[in-house]
């Protein structure tokens, strides 16, 4: 006799759990007609979309005889999900056309498809249809203060956050933590601290702004709130910890709290190399890297990790091991160099006054490289500055103003070079482009971390 086939609520279970064998389900549940249904339908379309197959749930839904809110909801998701914000923005009108009012979930899942295409003008709509809905509960605030971080409206994010009736939890303080963070508003990210139960991802956070402000005041007591709460074991936050301090000056500090990691990562090993390489320990950052590729367990160097020690080397004039580990990552970690690997070790070689090696290295990257970065040529060019090479400077300012000509930045150091080799009339002409184009140079800063 033939095998009965499961029933409808067990397939539909091992449906949920092998999202990937949607398109036998699929067959299964086309023999049994049970498609004719919404519930079966809505959840093979759902398992289509944690298969990462959004094609194939668009067309099961045209395929539906009957949508109620729930396949709607489901096929918005399928959008957002795989980052189609415009064809979740048509299903959401579609939605609307077939007299379905938008949910809760509708709602929040179009905020997502808001805040991940930075669309602020759609997304005031969705929270003017949130404010009508009387939808007023956590995640949909939580998700309204995404929104507008990610659009640059800090102020109108915090006026939510402030102005907000119900309890707030942890994840929405986290979600304006890391908007004032992701804006430059550290000093609203330090208060906003002070006034929420930090959790290891509030932590990591508030470490990342001690990093980028090189507040070590603040980031010592980051450190003994870790401490306190029981974090200092978990590898993230001890990575973020080797960051501020290396970033904050204090390289000792960093090396401590190295050592006492359990749990070493190949981030982990990056973050203190690239800590070395940013104070001029060369050495240190060799010493340590030969450490890591005998370590226990096996730790694999990644890219990240050769920028870091081939800065170091550059930092420290140690050209011969910067030139050795440019050979390493090739030939025994099968890691092929980036532009910013090659910008890097090219701008070691101008240094050490080595331009004509540096010049065919360039030449061999300008013959290889399809598109020649911009990176590479920043290097070059500062490699003839600093070595008072007028005739090959002129050629990679050229290459430079092919490859990025709307980088105000490139514009300038050009028009330094033209200056340095005491071409006045062609430095005059690139200030005059920045003029002409009405492109901006980007004002240099500085801070000092009071108390």
Same mark, same amino acid.
């Given at each position: ?9 067990a ?8 999202p ?18 919404? *519930? ?35 096929? *918005? ?36 498809a808001?805040?991940?295409?930075r ?41 939510l956050?402030?102005h ?24 609203e ?11 290891? *991802? ?13 507040n ?7 450190h ?16 973020a ?14 090396r401590?709290?190295?050592d ?16 070395y ?6 050495k ?27 800065s ?5 004039g ?26 890097c ?8 006054g ?5 010049w ?20 070059m ?6 070595n ?25 150091? *050009? ?25 901006k ?11």
């Open positions: 006799m033939p095998r009965a086939p499961p029933p409808l609520s397939l539909l279970r091992r449906l949920s759990s092998h990937s064998h949607s398109s036998a389900f699929h067959a299964t549940l086309l023999k049994s007609s049970s498609l004719s249904s919404s *519930i079966p339908a809505t959840a093979l379309l759902t398992a289509y979309a944690k298969a990462g197959l959004p094609g194939a749930a668009s067309r099961l839904f045209d395929e539906m005889p009957a949508r109620d809110a729930v396949a709607w909801n489901a096929l *918005i998701t399928c959008q957002v999900r795989h980052g189609r914000p415009t064809a979740a923005a048509e299903a959401f009108r579609g939605m609307a056309a077939a007299g379905f009012a938008p949910t809760a979930a509708t709602l929040c899942t179009m905020l997502k808001c805040t991940s295409s669309a602020i003008r759609p997304g005031r709509q969705v929270h003017a249809l949130t404010v009508l809905a009387c939808h007023d509960d956590i995640i949909m605030n939580t998700a309204l203060v995404d929104l507008y971080m990610s659009c640059g409206c800090v102020e109108v994010a915090e006026r956050f402030i907000m009736e119900r309890p707030k939890d942890v994840a929405l303080c986290n979600a304006v933590l890391s908007g004032c963070m992701e804006n430059g508003h550290f000093r990210a330090f208060l906003m601290l002070g006034g929420s139960e930090p959790n290891g *991802i509030t932590l990591t956070c508030a470490l990342s702004a001690c990093s980028a402000t090189a070590l005041a603040y980031g010592l007591q980051v003994c709130k870790v401490l306190r709460c029981g974090f200092d074991s978990e590898t993230i936050l001890c990575n910890l080797i960051d501020m301090y290396a970033k904050c000056g204090r390289t000792m500090g960093a401590v709290v190295f006492r990691m359990s749990g070493k990562n190949v981030l982990s090993w990056s973050c203190m190399i690239d800590g390489s940013r104070h001029g320990h060369g240190e950052a060799l010493d340590l890297f030969e450490r890591m590729e005998k370590a226990v367990p096996i730790v694999w160097p990644n890219p990240i990790t050769f920028l870091a020690i081939l170091a080397c550059g930092h420290s140690l050209v011969d091991n910067g030139r050795a580990k440019l050979h390493l990552m090739k030939s025994k970690y099968a890691i092929d160099p980036g532009p910013e690997h090659y910008a070790f090219i701008d070691m070689l101008g240094r050490a080595q331009i004509d090696e540096a065919d290295l360039y030449c061999s990257l300008c013959a290889n490289l399809t598109e020649l970065s911009a990176a590479i040529c920043v290097a060019l500062n490699a003839c500055i600093s008072i090479d007028v005739v090959r400077g002129n050629k990679v300012a050229g290459h430079l103003l092919e490859v990025d000509p709307q980088n105000t930045r490139n514009l300038v150091l *050009i028009s330094n070079f033209h200056a340095a080799a005491r071409q006045w009339f062609v430095s005059d002409e690139s200030r005059k482009v920045i003029m002409d184009k009405g492109l140079k980007e004002a240099a800063s500085s801070h000092v971390s009071m108390g």
